[in-house]
């Protein structure tokens, strides 16, 4: 299995890019060359990101977001924990 994020994800559990799995792990994303801390969801291949718009909410409580389009490098925080191998005693 490669180390690399999906091409897709998002925070939002509703969403079907939503993987809690990968979030628990910790991806980083960075966005024309700059790490952001307050992204919802990121697509590689379509080139955009959503971001938080600061402490709005809208009228059934979720975050507002803006689009933005550029370059995203998405990234694991931690290494995968690998699987340890047997010692010979």
């Known amino acids: 299995m ?3 994020p999906p091409d897709r994800l998002s925070t ?12 628990e792990r910790g991806v980083g994303v960075r966005f024309k060359g ?10 590689v291949s379509e080139g955009w ?6 402490n709005a909410k809208d009228r059934f409580g979720n975050p507002m977001t ?3 389009k550029g370059p ?3 990234y ?3 290494p995968d924990a690998a699987p340890e191998a047997p010692t010979a005693e």
Do not use: I, M, Q, W
């Open 2 to 4: 490669t180390d690399t």
């Open 12 to 23: 939002d559990p509703r969403s079907p890019f939503h993987d809690a799995a990968l979030l």
């Open 34 to 43: 700059v790490e952001k801390t307050n992204v919802e969801e990121y697509c």
């Open 49 to 54: 990101v959503r971001l938080a718009a600061g």
């Open 66 to 68: 803006v689009k933005l």
């Open 72 to 74: 995203v490098e998405p």
């Open 76 to 78: 694991f925080r931690t």
